[in-house]
């Protein structure tokens, strides 16, 4: 059994000032956040490659295309965090990573997580267990998920 | 313009002991992306189980200068909720922040005229900050 610790840290910082002859304004916008992840029976999978143009299935319920420190492919049953980067090369638009809570109904969409230029995108998911898609998209281009699951 | 950085760092450590030999693997997924001059809103508020629509051209938002932000469009997008928001349109949910964990993702339309940005709670009741940027 593999043990899994990590951190997901986002740290955003803005400047807007303003100034005229007479006066100077400025306002300042900070976020930080560090979340530390150490559930004893925590699961993480890495999901990544090269896509094409169409649709492609990258999770659906049942062990990843991933061999963890155990050498095992492990099943994320409550899947708590996902992380995704998409770059699809200059002159390329963004790729969506569509979260279905359900396989079999793909009406049930949770989540369209969106990242262009290799942005990361991050977000919260309530102990998800169904399906991850890449969308259609005009170019292919390199992915890369990161599943944290609780068990 | 407002100026400033956006900086996301993933890392995970997977570690198992077999037989006093450690085997170890670390996921990573980071990017830190700056802005040079991009249009930027903080919305706060709060939020229940009913759809909030928040009008993002103009935006409830003064920048530095005092004028209101008022969005073409829309890129990158921050979310931080407390119990729980889910941010969005009418459409599709773009991202969840839950108990204050950071949300960030990338707008659906980067082109075009911003829809308006939706955001509902699971939890009767909800904090939550948005930052927005765009231009």
């Known amino acids: ?151 | 313009m407002p100026n400033g950085v956006i900086s996301v760092d993933v890392v995970f450590d997977d570690s198992t002991v077999v037989a006093g030999a450690e085997s170890l693997k670390t996921a990573t997924l980071r990017g830190a992306d700056e802005y040079g001059s991009a249009k930027i809103a903080v919305l706060e508020g709060t939020v229940g189980t009913a759809v909030q629509i928040l009008s993002v051209s103009p935006a409830a938002y003064v920048d530095a200068s005092g004028q209101s932000v008022s969005f073409t469009t829309l890129n990158r997008i921050v979310a931080q909720g407390d119990p729980h928001i889910a941010v969005g349109s009418l459409f599709a949910r773009w991202g969840n922040s839950r108990d204050g964990n950071v949300a960030v993702f990338d707008s659906p339309l980067p082109n075009g005229p911003p829809n308006s940005v939706q955001i509902f709670s699971e939890s009767t009741q909800a904090t939550y900050t948005l930052i927005l940027t765009g231009t």
């Not at chain 1, 956040?33 to 649709?55: C, H, P």
């Open chain 1, 1 to 151: 059994m593999s043990t899994v610790r990590g951190t997901i840290s986002v740290d955003i910082e803005f400047s807007d000032s303003t100034a005229t002859e007479h006066s100077r304004s400025r306002k300042t916008i900070v976020m930080r956040d560090s979340e530390e992840y150490t559930a004893t029976s925590g699961i993480v999978a890495v999901l990544e490659g090269t896509a094409g143009t169409a649709q492609t299935t990258l999770f659906s319920a049942g062990p990843v295309n991933y061999r963890n420190a155990d050498g095992v492919s492990p099943t994320p049953n409550a899947i708590n965090r996902v992380a995704y980067t998409w770059d699809g090369g200059s002159g390329a638009t963004y790729r969506t990573l569509s979260i279905f809570e359900d396989i079999v109904s793909f009406g049930q969409e949770i989540v369209k997580l969106r990242s262009y230029g290799d942005h990361p995108a991050i977000s919260y998911m309530n102990d998800f267990t169904g399906l991850i898609r890449l969308d259609q998209s005009n170019a292919t281009g390199s992915y890369k998920v990161i599943l944290y699951s609780l068990s």
